[in-house]
């Protein structure tokens, strides 16, 4: 009879001694993030020389082969303008937008355009 329980308790003494086998979890990407462009409309798709009607000045104009960054700034809000021209020797247009309160927090990209226009030169 020892034999027959010693049989019995076997497997579970190994079962006890065995590393578990860790869950292997799904890397599950986060969904898009996605981007109104309603009052954006009188910024996307616009030329430097239309930015500059609207805006004034850039705050900072950086190039980096046929990509143009505008910077435009306010005590409200830094508005960053993306161009890329939409094919070779075509002019670049806004395709993008990115914005953010002076201190970097998040602000819409809408009202930092809505601001930017009425701020009449002044910062």
């Known amino acids: 009879m020892k034999p027959i329980r010693y049989a019995l308790l076997l497997p579970l003494a190994l079962a006890a001694c065995a590393t578990p086998v860790p869950r292997v979890q ?14 954006l409309e009188r910024v996307i798709g616009q030329d430097a020389k239309g930015l500059l009607q609207l805006f004034g000045q850039p705050d900072a104009d950086v190039r980096e082969g046929t990509a143009r960054k505008l910077q435009f700034g306010s005590n409200i809000c830094v508005l960053d303008a993306y161009l890329y021209p939409e094919r070779s020797g075509a002019e670049p247009r806004v395709t993008y937008l990115d914005a953010r309160e002076p201190d970097g927090s998040a602000i819409d990209r809408a009202s930092c355009v809505a601001a930017l226009t009425r701020r009449d030169g002044g910062r």
């Open 26 to 39: 799904q890397n599950v990407a986060p969904p898009p993030v996605t981007y109104s462009k309603i009052g």
